[in-house]
């Protein structure tokens, strides 16, 4: 699950990504409303958490779009205790949550889990597949043959396949979505994952493998 950070303060939106990630949500950072606006338009998000106050349109005006736009992504405001009106706006113009500054780390993440479970993309505690399950609270793999813990990434990319099993995710919708638009990691990390992940399932008798389609992508399906 990817999480959009939309806020104006530099070490602010730093403490958010350490909380969500260390969560194992993967996480894109933006400082000013117009590119809010343009990352949350790109379906490539589970939630956004977004500040009131933001450069060049605030947060009332990027939510207002998004729903104009059709967009339905989850999205929780982040504001002052004095902001009352414009919180008010904010849930009017189509807002899911509005959290208010200063707040503690658990409450943020209890209710990005319940904003999640609200919405058309919730995910489950437990994904399966086959004999394969996917424990989304432990980041663990685990079929009748044993247990396999993932790191983060691994962790992240084998979500997107066990929620859409026997569909194609090229290398650049994967860089996209687990290592996001910004990242400095080359490509050749999606293919270093893949192939953790490969030797996790052999190991654990899944039954089932990633594999690739060559010049399109690659597929969940039984081996």
């Given at each position: 699950m990817r999480i959009l950070i939309a806020e104006g303060e530099a070490e602010f939106a730093r403490t958010l990504q350490a909380i969500l990630e260390r969560q194992n949500y993967g996480t894109d950072t933006v400082t000013n409303g117009p590119d809010a606006l343009d990352y949350a338009l790109s379906g490539s998000y589970g939630a956004v958490l977004l500040a009131l106050t933001l450069p060049g349109l605030d947060g009332v005006g990027v939510v207002t779009t998004l729903r104009k736009e059709g967009e339905t992504v989850p999205v929780m405001?982040?504001?002052g205790a004095d902001s009352l009106e414009t919180r008010v706006a904010g849930l009017d113009a189509g807002a899911d949550d509005c959290l208010i500054r200063p707040f503690a780390a658990t409450e943020l993440l209890a209710r990005v889990r319940a904003m999640l479970r609200r919405s058309s993309v919730y995910v489950p505690d437990a994904l399966t597949?086959?004999?394969?399950?996917?424990?989304?609270?432990?980041?663990?793999?685990?079929?009748?043959?044993g247990v396999m813990q993932l790191n983060n990434k691994e962790f992240q990319v084998m979500e997107l396949f066990m929620r859409s099993p026997h569909s194609l995710l090229s290398a650049q919708q994967?860089?996209?979505?687990?290592?996001?638009?910004?990242?400095?990691?080359?490509?050749?990390v999606v293919w270093t994952n893949i192939a953790s992940l490969r030797r996790k399932l052999a190991a654990l008798d899944a039954g089932v493998t990633i594999r690739l389609v060559r010049?399109?992508?690659y597929i969940l399906e039984a081996a």
């Open positions: 405001l982040l504001a597949f086959g004999s394969l399950t996917l424990d989304t609270a432990a980041y663990r793999l685990s079929t009748p043959a994967l860089m996209e979505r687990v290592w996001g638009w910004d990242a400095k990691a080359e490509i050749n010049g399109v992508g």
